[in-house]
């Protein structure tokens, strides 16, 4: 197999992983922070500034501070604002979900995924 064939095929993998991720995504809302102890969601407090926010969780009883996000986004589709999606939680948590789905398209050959890839 020539060098340009692997590289069509790996794409058409990363598309194929890609289509069955995005079936079942749902971004995660960055909006409210989360809490650095148990991974709720906080609430902000009237305490501290926007660049130090502090906040507070209900399950945990436990104050923190927020951590101020760059980037995020609520894409429906991740990737679609490159400039946007780097860095963004979102995207990154996206991108780790379609390499989990990878290894399981490995096996198939070219023709199968063309077969399994929807048009857009």
Not at 62 to 74: G, S, T
Not at 100 to 110: G, I, N, V
């Amino acid at each position: 197999m020539n060098p340009l064939d692997l590289i069509q095929l790996k794409q058409l993998r990363f598309d194929v992983a890609s289509q069955f991720v995005l079936q079942e995504w749902q971004p995660e809302d960055l909006s409210k922070p989360k809490c650095s102890k148990c991974g709720a969601k906080g609430f902000q407090t009237p305490y501290g500034n926007q660049e130090a926010a502090v906040c507070y969780c209900i399950r945990c009883n436990y104050y923190f501070r927020a951590v101020p996000l760059d980037r995020h986004c609520l894409c429906v589709t991740p990737g679609q604002e490159e400039s946007r999606c780097l860095g963004c939680p979102n995207f990154e948590r996206f991108i780790q979900l379609v390499r989990k789905r990878l290894p399981a398209l490995e096996l198939l050959s070219f023709e199968e995924l063309l077969c399994l890839k929807t048009p857009l």
